[in-house]
Structure formats: structure tokens, C-alpha cells
Nanobody, 118 residues
Framework: QVQLVESGGGLVQPGGSLRLSCAASGFTLDYYAIGWFRQAPGKEREGVSCISSSDRSTYYADSVKGRFTISRDNAKNTVYLQMNSLKAEDTAIYYC???????????WGQGTQVTVSS
């Protein structure tokens, strides 16, 4: 059964850090591009970051550039999103997705809540 499971969300103060994990089962993440998305209440889903499967190129939304880092651990079949200098506007449900290329996703996780608040 193909499955993506996000974890690592929680409540953090502004300026703090979290590391989200996207673990795959039923397929090998190394062969897929992995994207991170987020959706805040009342807002549309926003693409946050992506890492390609081929040359490991990484992409970031302007709103997170310089603060978030996407990476892979193939041995653990997991992709991470390290989030530093978190702001209140980063509060959202974060989802990961896998597909043949950044922007073309076939599989989606259920999401993990990130809340940035003092």
C-alpha cells in the first residue's frame, strides 16, 4: 500500500524551529520528486518547497527562502523540511506529496499541523 505520512508538527514560539518528516511506505522516495505544501485556515494551498528526484535540485517559495531547507535521507525513505525562524504566518497544515517531477504529484500525505504562537 502506497502511503506518505507527515510528522514533526506542533506548537512553537515565533523564532523557533521545527523539522517535519515525510516518510514513505510501499514505494521508494528516491525515485520521486517530493514537494511540501501548506494550507492555512481560509487560504488556498501554497507550495512551500520541492526537491527533484534527478539532480536533487531544490525549490522554495519566496516566503520561506532562507528559512526552510528540504532534504532527503534515502536510507530512511524520508524527506525532511527543516523550518527555522518561524513566524506566525507559517501557521498551517503542512502536507508532503510525491510525483514524477516538481509540480506533478501522484501521492499525498494527510498533513501535520504547525502552529507558531507565543
Amino acid at each position: 500500500q502506497v502511503q506518505l505520512v507527515e510528522s514533526g508538527g506542533g506548537l512553537v514560539q515565533p523564532g523557533g524551529s521545527l523539522r517535519l518528516s515525510c516518510a514513505a511506505s510501499g514505494f521508494t522516495l528516491d525515485y520521486y520528486a517530493i514537494g511540501w505544501f501548506r494550507q492555512a485556515p481560509g487560504k488556498e494551498r501554497e507550495g512551500v518547497s520541492c526537491i527533484s528526484s534527478s539532480d536533487r535540485s531544490t525549490y522554495y517559495a519566496d516566503s520561506v527562502k532562507g528559512r526552510f531547507t528540504i532534504s532527503r535521507d534515502n536510507a530512511k525513505n524520508t524527506v525532511y523540511l527543516q523550518m527555522n525562524s518561524l513566524k506566525a504566518e507559517d501557521t498551517a497544515i503542512y502536507y508532503c506529496a510525491a510525483g514524477g517531477a516538481c509540480g506533478l504529484y501522484d501521492y499525498w500525505g494527510q498533513g501535520t499541523q504547525v502552529t507558531v504562537s507565543s
